[in-house]
């Protein structure tokens, strides 16, 4: 089991960069695949991002585009999620979570999570 804690959201101004961190605790991190998604109010929660066990492949939501970079270090226990060229429409509580082994962009699959960030873009 493992449990999750965000931290490094916050208000920002469109064009800022934000940079998310997740820190694991519990056993075995480097066997999770690990995923931040995010839910903007009266939507539904969106795949924003994901990494392997290793840290050897990445894979991003649509709408990304480049703009961030998730990464880890296993050693840390603690993944991150460099948010760069920010728009109002990044705005949403960030959420990391975990998945044993195998990788997927469906927050279904998805076993641990943490409480959430709230990143905010104004205009």
């Known amino acids: 089991q493992v449990q999750l804690v965000e931290s490094g959201g916050g208000l920002v101004q469109a064009g800022d960069s934000l940079k998310l961190s997740c820190a694991a605790s519990?056993?075995?991190?480097?066997?999770?695949?690990m995923g931040w998604f995010r839910q903007a109010p009266g939507k539904e929660r969106e795949f924003v991002a994901r990494i392997s066990s290793s840290g050897a492949t990445t894979n991003y939501g649509d709408f990304v585009k480049g703009r961030f970079t998730i990464s880890r270090d296993n050693a840390k226990n603690t993944m991150y999620l460099q948010m760069n060229s920010l728009k109002p429409e990044d705005t949403a509580v960030y959420y990391c979570a975990a998945r044993k082994y195998t990788a997927s962009d469906s927050d279904r699959d998805y076993n641990y999570w943490g409480q959430g960030t709230q990143v905010t873009v104004s205009s």
């Open positions: 519990g056993r075995a991190f480097s066997l999770y695949t």
